[in-house]
């Protein structure tokens, strides 16, 4: 099921820029503050109409995150390039990166879970109850 706001061919697109962009940084980049930083393509939204395109980006470990944000608006030029040689489209989106801060927010989401007072407040786990042969 398409997400909202996406048509499955945005998504089909989105999903191959990420694939070309991660083999596009496994190779390096000669930006200073991309070099020896591995990146993690997490997800590229791309436009309905397939002009414009947003790479969501987390560098390994976290480290240097602006750093590595300033070289890659630097790069967005090559890089769109690059997506355009790897990407068969009639036309290259425009690219423009973001850090992604999904799995920073889903870690407060599960630190507040594991926090006693909502604990008290969720119960005991029930435990799985086995399936026999003979429950209807």
Known sequence: MAK??????SLRVGEEMRHALARI???GLHDPALAGVA????EVR????LKNATAFIIPLGGSHA???MAGLKRA???LRRALAQAVKLRYTPA????LDTSFEHASQIDELLRRPEVARDLGPAEPARKKTGDDS
Not at 4 to 9: A, H, I, T, V, Y
Not at 46 to 49: A, G, L, N
């Open 46 to 49: 791309v436009s309905p109409d």
């Open 4 to 9: 909202s706001g996406q048509n499955p061919r």
């Open 39 to 42: 990146l993690t393509v997490t």
């Open 95 to 98: 690219l423009h990166f973001t």
């Open 25 to 27: 940084f496994e190779h």
């Open 66 to 68: 602006a750093d590595v």
């Open 76 to 78: 967005e030029g090559y």
